[in-house]
Structures are given as C-alpha cells and as structure tokens.
C-alpha cells in the first residue's frame, strides 16, 4: 500500500466522523423538538406530573439540554447506547445486537441481487439496444422504481403468500421451529448452518425471499439505467471495434471486455445506494413484521424513545460511511489508471 494510498483512506475515515456527528446532532434536536414524551408514550396521558416527573429525573431527562447532549456524544464514541427510555429501560445494545444481523441477513442478498440482476439487464438492453426488448428493460426498470416499497410489499404478500402459498406472509422463521431454535451469533442463517438444523435453515430462506426481492427489485432501476447508458457508450469505442475486427464474440466483448470499464460508476451507484436499502429495509421490515433495525426504529419513533432513535440512526450512519469509504477503496483495484 503506498503513502499516498493510505493517506487517502485516512482522511476519508476523518471526514466521515463530521458526516455522523452532524447527523446525530440533527436526530438528538429534532426529536426533543417533536411533540410527546416517552414517559406518557409508554404509561399513557393518565399518568400524573408527579410520577412523570420522578421517572423524568430518574431518566435523565429533567437535566439541561447540552449535558444530556454531551453525554449521549460520549457514550456513543464508547459505543455504548444507554438504555432504552420505554419497555423496560433494556439496555439499546442488546436490542441492536438481536436485530443488527436481521437487517444485515435481509440487506446483502437484497443488495446481491440489485446489482447482479440490474447490472446484467442493464447489460443485456445495450446490447439489443433500440430492439422490444430493449425498451422492455427499460420501462421495466422505470415501473419497479415508481412503486413504493410497501406497496410492493403487500403486492408481493397477496400474490404468492395469499392466493398462491408459495412464501411464508410474513416474520423470520416459523414460530414452531423458532421455539426450539438456539441462536449463537443471532445471525438465524449461519446460526442454521453451524448446527446443521436444516428445516430451521429452510424455513429461514423461505422467508426471506419476498422481503429481499422486494427491497432488491425496487432499487434496480438506477442499476438498469446506469449500466445501459455506460455500456452503449463503451460498445462504440475503438477498442470494443477493434474487438470485433479481431473476430472476438460479441458476447465477451459485452459481458467482458466492456463491462469492466464500465464498472467504475456502478461501484458508486452501489455505495449510494446502500444508504437507500437501509432506508428501503425500515419499509420492509414494517410490512414483512421482520424482526430487523427498521422496525424497531419506527417502533421507538412512535414511542418518542429519544435514546433508542439516535442510537439505530448512528449505527445506520456508521454502515453507509463505512460502505462509502470501502467504495472508494476498491476503486484502485478495479481501475489501476486511479492514482491516490
């Protein structure tokens, strides 16, 4: 790794300390702006000011602005969130830990198909450029980007959980297997794998199909969109005629020699849209009851659970800065022209 190699991902990783700071800052002042209180959230508005006031002061939330501010900051560069302000006052760290590889199991193969499948049609249109199914691709990719998420989702649920059972209609894992099922790292699927408990890891799968398509085929769209327009332009470049003189299959010259060059703005679409799928998973896993971060986030926003909301939101942060500086990481191995 060179100096100037390393002095780049540094000061990437620098920058993206303001960019989590700045966001947990707006979450911590928007949340305590917003109307409510999680203390008549959670007991309900029968509750007296003399017993609100006592669990206030024993939560913390009777002290000035700023110190609960500073103290949220420092805990969180320790990385540790408090407790949950509702249900229980459970530490947030446990929640986050039993719900983290949730999303995690629902986002990267949600994100594998994205880019496989929007990449490969992308690819696939410019090549029939200007033929049906061309222009097929293309309002495809459109239609499924215009389609709200949840919408998709109930969709996806009436068409092959209801009218044809092919998919469970909602949750993780059946509840019969899910009673007697141990988890280790609370990542369900490897949790499966490790103990070689196979209907665990089939009920596991199927339940993770709808839920995953889903988020996945609602942000192909860029991905079709992206790669035709890259892909038609490097297909009329000298070195892909040059190519086809030499008498190189139109096939590898496509899926090949012009697909890695076009790679370089795709691998910025994907780091972008990782912020987009977390986003997208909060919608999904609401319709799908999936037990992940997005549900739990919207659950603490109903419940106005300040410590619990800042907290999913910094982790949420810490993933896309981290996804952004893998991304420009990567940029130097698949293209040697970059230089740092």
């Known amino acids: 790794m060179s100096a100037s190699f390393r002095n780049f991902v540094v000061t990437r990783i620098l920058l993206t300390i303001p960019m989590i700071l700045i966001l947990v800052t707006m979450v911590f002042f928007v949340m305590r702006i917003l109307p409510g209180d999680p203390i008549r959230s959670q007991l309900g508005p029968k509750v007296s000011e003399e017993q609100a006031a006592a669990i206030s002061a024993r939560l913390g939330l009777d002290r000035p602005l700023h110190i609960q501010y500073f103290e949220f900051l420092w805990r969180m560069i320790r990385l540790d969130f408090g407790n949950a302000l509702t249900q229980g006052e459970r530490p947030i760290r446990d929640e986050l830990g039993e719900r983290l590889p949730a999303t995690i199991e629902l986002t990267v193969p949600a994100m594998a198909f994205t880019s496989f499948f929007g990449i490969y049609a992308g690819a696939f249109a410019a090549k029939n450029r200007k033929k049906p199914v061309d222009y097929g691709i293309r309002m495809f990719s459109i239609i499924v980007y215009a389609i709200p ?10 068409l092959f959980a209801v009218r044809m059972p092919i998919f469970p ?12 099922f141990t988890s280790i790292t609370n990542f369900y699927i490897l949790d499966a794998l490790i103990q070689g408990n196979w209907p665990a890891l089939k009920s596991l799968l199927s339940h993770l199909v709808l839920p995953s398509l889903t988020l996945g085929l609602i942000l192909t769209g860029p991905f079709v969109r992206l ?15 040059a190519g086809r003189a030499r008498g190189i299959p139109e096939r590898r010259l ?34 799908f009851s999936w037990p992940g971060m997005g549900r739990y986030l919207v659950k603490r926003i109903e419940l106005r659970d300040y410590n619990a909301v800042q907290s999913v939101i910094a982790v949420f942060a810490l993933f896309v800065g981290a996804i952004s500086v893998l991304t420009d990481i990567l940029y130097a191995f698949v293209d040697p022209r970059i230089r740092y």
């Open 254 to 287: 496509v899926y090949k020699h012009t697909m890695r060059n076009t790679f370089i703005p795709i691998l910025t679409l994907i780091g972008l849209q990782f912020a987009l799928l977390l986003a997208g998973a909060v919608l999904t896993e609401t319709t």
């Open 169 to 180: 209609l909602a949750g993780r894992m059946d509840a019969l297997l899910l009673r007697d």
């Open 149 to 158: 998420v949840f919408f998709m989702g109930l969709m996806a649920q009436i």
């Open 227 to 241: 790669t035709r327009v890259n892909m038609i332009e490097t297909l009329q470049t000298d070195f892909i005629t």
